[in-house]
């Protein structure tokens, strides 16, 4: 993910499959979920907080409240038109598919929030910037228009139908117009070659049943393919972008960056399983780096960025270039302007989905390079305070380096500064120079480092901080009262409300009043497993969900009159910012540990004392002051979120009806037994209920997979149950 | 008896229900047997009692009214056309009291509903008349009448399934395999020359000869039966 390249929703959603090992009755279903638990973050991470201080600028984005017109597209319409293309040599059955995943998933990509909706002004630029590189003939093109994605990952990618998406934490860190453009034209380049669906059509005979489990040689293949793809579109990006009139020299600089990634994620084990599996096997053979480092190139998706800076600079040195190529076309200062709110907004953005320790190092790079921007301040406090809160050994660890596989528990980076930031060119920039200086270490630990930004902070007057220091030192009654109250003696503070009470020992108190137990629905997922590989039936789940929230609806006023059911769906459209309040909400009493996954957070919540599913009791709004302003202004006392899947393995249809066969009868009672031991071997549909309550200062994630057939009935008992264990488990 | 409700006190006793039990809260069942009402013309009312979230209690009280008429041919002769026929008709209640086991650990689908195996003791007890006729080409058909009290010790072993339809209405349907044991038939001592027929009350319609002792007392035989049920209940 961290290569520029055409990653989409619709990829993501084969890799899933590979985690489908055997039919349902056989495999623990968390396996399969867990792609749609990514599906579940990937609609929670998209919230933004609001701006903490005036004083600070901090111009966060806000979301609208309602989506504009503009990105609300005609599914039906859009499913049309793909599923009608002909695409030579695949089943119009496939094509289908790819149509209803691609007009559904393209709608969810806005109303989900996952892509900025209410910045004009940066999405103009982007476009601006794409069409200078396109060629006239395509320059009016309607159906090629970029979208601002709010994820902070290095990202960009496009889908089948000519739209763009450039992930906001590319923008922060692109180092000029042209490197931007050359992105661009890439992922233009994608949709020119129609690799999105080409990719997609050929990757499906990896997951077929008879494939999804002995795949390795089709899998190699298609990462071959994928990466004669991506070749491809580097070749037409270079030339689209000097075409265009840029200076493709910057596509390197692209190129290092992402180097820089990858050898960090390398650095702190961030690497997929099936590398540190060839790893674990190699080690004892004695040549770990060599196979492993052959496995991942051969199944990774982007060619090595060794040979795609090299096949760059061929280019360079071989074309005969036109002179007077720029590194800025559009406007230099607005991009300057807008990329210094881009990182803001990133820090922001990491802040909220609870990826502290990416945010610890982002801001502190950030800061490091302008040291006299104040919002870099407050957000590396703020991360540290809430790496700390969530997890009380950190405070000792050395700075950053505990991310490292080989690291001094004591020793912070300040030692070796070059792990963080090995551009020699970024080095030089550094402008906070004792820091540089390893003879006179300014701190080692989380909490010297804390100390150090804490007097920084002091001395600059960023109010906002102040309240960070005081939740930090919330264990020292006197440290604490004496920054809050300088907190609540400020003017311009965004937590004021919150300051006082917490002042005076009545954050609860103060929301005892609060009767709403509201329950966030989503939408339901009707999957299916055919011999040709697995269906998430979209159209139908737009079809029947109406129905069974209906019946959910009179369940719950009937069982459970004090809970009020919400369906997302509905909300984002009626108001969008409201659905993101309440899903970083969740997020946030919820959120779980990942080794695996870029996604996730970094920080555990589970108390391993406890039975599984149960999470410890922590205080949400000491963890993130925003959410008692949540919940009070909306008089909440309580909030879930509640999430079904439906599973037919339709392969098992023919077995169950072959009653000519004589094996049929013979294991008749045998299957009957299996039948009551284990429930249906064919359906079989989950609740995911995750919950938090302010009178128990308690959250609790319940998960259970019923076996059978989900009826309306059905689906109402499983999350009766849920509902109910919830409450006694939470009570 | 006595032993056995104490068993099952203790049983119930000791059971943990963790979280809630039945089936959106409801735990209480009435059914009554379709099939067998219209095939064996036993009416039959069951109650269920979800202890746990994997476990009923069960009980029901039938009553047999079943009555049919038997060709017995002693003789398969054309010429002289001898041939029995048997007027049977069954009178009688049974109880019974069981147990039916869900896995709700690994189904997550709680009791009543959902695929569940039972067992279950029956006690019947009732009259069996049997009118026979006898008849002859050559002779005016005879007539006589047998009275005999029939009770008998069921054990079941049931497979099933209850399905929820709609509105709190379930459908049970299940298979029985049962052990028709140390069934008693007092002959009327008016009659004590004649073989008695026997009706199993959940046989099929066959009626079938039962070997018994000289004297009349206990049989020690243990038929075995499999029997298809098709319930109609209600959830509350």
């Known amino acids: ?731 | 008896m006595k032993k056995i409700i104490i068993l099952v006190l203790m049983l119930i006793l000791t059971i943990k229900t963790h979280g809630q039990i039945g089936f959106l809260g409801k735990r209480n069942v009435i059914s009554t047997d379709i099939f067998n009402t219209f095939f064996q013309k036993k009416y039959n009312l069951n109650y269920n009692f979800c202890i746990g979230k994997g476990l009923m209690l069960k009980a029901a009280y039938s009553l047999h009214r079943y009555s049919n008429t038997i060709f017995l041919t002693k003789e398969n002769n054309y010429y002289t056309g001898n041939n029995e026929v048997a007027d049977v008709s069954l009178r009688g209640h049974s109880w019974e009291l069981g147990f039916d086991f869900g896995n709700f650990l690994q189904t997550n689908m709680p009791m009543p509903i959902g695929y569940f195996m039972g067992i279950a003791f029956e006690h019947f007890s009732g009259t069996l008349n049997e009118n026979r006729t006898y008849n002859n080409l050559y002779a005016p058909p005879t007539e006589k009448k047998y009275i005999f009290n029939n009770k008998a010790n069921i054990f079941k072993l049931i497979y099933g399934r209850n399905s929820y339809i709609k509105y709190n209405f379930i459908i049970k349907t299940s298979v029985d395999i049962g052990m028709y044991l140390g069934s008693v038939i007092e002959n009327d001592p008016a009659n004590s020359e004649e073989c008695p027929l026997m009706v199993l009350p959940l046989s099929n319609p066959k009626v079938f000869r039962i070997k018994y002792n000289s004297n009349y007392d206990k049989m020690k035989k243990v038929t075995f039966y499999v029997m298809p049920n098709i319930s109609l209940g209600y959830i509350f």
């Open chain 1, 1 to 731: 993910m961290t290569k520029i390249g055409k990653i989409s929703f619709h990829i993501n959603l084969n890799n899933q499959t590979c985690n489908l090992k055997n039919y349902i009755c056989k495999v623990n279903i968390f396996k399969i979920m867990r792609y749609y638990t990514l599906w579940i973050a990937f609609f929670f991470l998209t919230v933004s907080e609001y701006a903490f201080s005036q004083k600070l600028n901090l111009k966060c984005y806000q979301f609208p409240d309602t989506i504009p017109g503009k990105y609300i597209f005609d599914i039906k319409k859009g499913y049309d038109i793909t599923s009608n293309a002909l695409v030579e040599g695949y089943k119009k059955r496939d094509i289908k598919r790819f149509a209803e995943m691609e007009s559904y998933g393209k709608q969810e990509l806005f109303t989900s929030g996952y892509t900025y909706l209410a910045w004009d002004q940066l999405e103009t630029y982007l476009n601006k910037v794409l069409n200078q590189t396109l060629p006239d003939s395509l320059k009016d093109n309607t159906c090629v228009h970029v979208y601002l994605v709010r994820d902070a990952e290095y990202n960009a990618f496009a889908i089948h139908d000519g739209s763009l998406f450039f992930n906001i934490g590319l923008f922060a860190d692109v180092v000029n117009e042209a490197g931007l453009a050359i992105v661009l034209a890439h992922e233009f380049s994608h949709y020119i070659n129609n690799d999105v669906k080409t990719s997609y059509l050929k990757g499906l005979k990896i997951y077929t049943k008879k494939n999804r489990n002995d795949n390795t040689s089709l899998l190699l293949k298609h990462a071959k393919y994928d990466r004669a793809s991506e070749s491809r579109a580097d070749s037409l990006g270079f030339v689209l972008a000097e075409n265009g009139g840029y200076d493709i020299f910057y596509g390197i600089s692209n190129f290092m960056q992402f180097r820089e990634i990858e050898n960090f994620e390398k650095e702190t084990q961030r690497k997929s399983h099936l590398v540190n599996m060839a790893k674990n096997d190699s080690t004892e053979k004695g040549n770990d780096s060599t196979i492993s480092k052959s496995l991942e190139d051969l199944m990774s998706t982007h060619p090595d960025l060794s040979n795609r800076i090299s096949f760059l600079n061929k280019y360079i040195n071989s074309a005969k270039r036109r002179s007077g190529k720029q590194e800025f076309i559009i406007d230099k200062d607005e991009f300057s302007r807008f990329q210094e709110l881009a990182k803001t907004e990133v820090l922001n953005i990491l802040l909220t989905e609870n990826k502290f320790k990416e945010c610890i190092k982002r801001s502190f790079i950030y800061y490091l390079l302008n040291p006299d921007n104040e919002n870099y301040i407050y957000y590396l406090l703020e991360s540290i305070r809430r790496a700390v809160y969530v997890d009380s050994k950190l405070k000792n660890h050395g700075f950053l380096t505990d991310m490292f596989k080989k690291h001094d528990d004591k020793q912070g980076i300040l030692h070796k500064l070059k792990l963080i930031i090995p551009d020699s060119v970024k080095f030089s920039k550094i402008k906070d120079i004792n820091l540089i200086d390893t003879a006179n270490i300014a701190f080692e630990t989380y909490d010297e480092a804390f100390l150090y930004f804490q007097n920084i902070a002091l001395k600059k007057n960023i109010n906002e901080c102040l309240l960070t220091i005081a939740l930090y030192y919330s264990e020292n009654d006197s440290l604490k009262s004496k920054y809050l109250k300088e907190y609540c003696s400020k003017d311009s503070i965004k937590f004021k409300d919150y300051a006082n009470n917490l002042l005076n020992n009545s954050l609860y108190s103060s929301l005892s009043q609060n009767n709403r137990e509201i329950i966030l629905l989503d939408n339901i997922s009707f999957i299916e497993d055919h011999f040709y590989g697995y269906h998430d039936r979209l159209i139908l789940a737009e079809q029947k969900s109406p129905s069974y929230f209906n019946e959910l609806r009179k369940m719950t006023s009937k069982y459970f009159p004090e809970k009020e059911i919400i369906e997302l769906s509905e909300l984002s459209l009626r108001s969008l910012r409201t659905k993101m309040e309440y899903e970083y909400a969740i997020l946030s009493t919820t959120f779980i540990n990942s080794n695996d996954g870029d996604t996730k957070s970094d920080v555990i919540y589970f108390d391993s004392d406890e039975k599984p599913g149960k999470l410890k009791e922590f205080d949400l709004f000491k963890l993130n002051p925003s959410y008692w302003k949540l919940f009070k202004n909306n008089k909440l006392k309580a909030i879930s979120y509640l999430k079904v899947y439906s599973f037919d393995d339709k392969t098992k249809l023919m077995k169950s009806i072959n009653v000519i066969n004589p094996y049929f009868w013979y294991t008749i009672i045998y299957r009957f037994c299996d039948a009551i031991n284990n429930g249906s071997d064919r359906y079989a549909h989950r609740v995911l209920y995750y919950s938090y309550d302010i009178s128990s200062k308690k959250s609790n994630f319940y998960s259970e997979t019923t076996r059978y057939k989900m009826s309306k009935a059905y689906f109402l008992n499983s999350i009766y149950y849920a509902i109910k264990t919830n409450e006694k488990i939470i009570k």
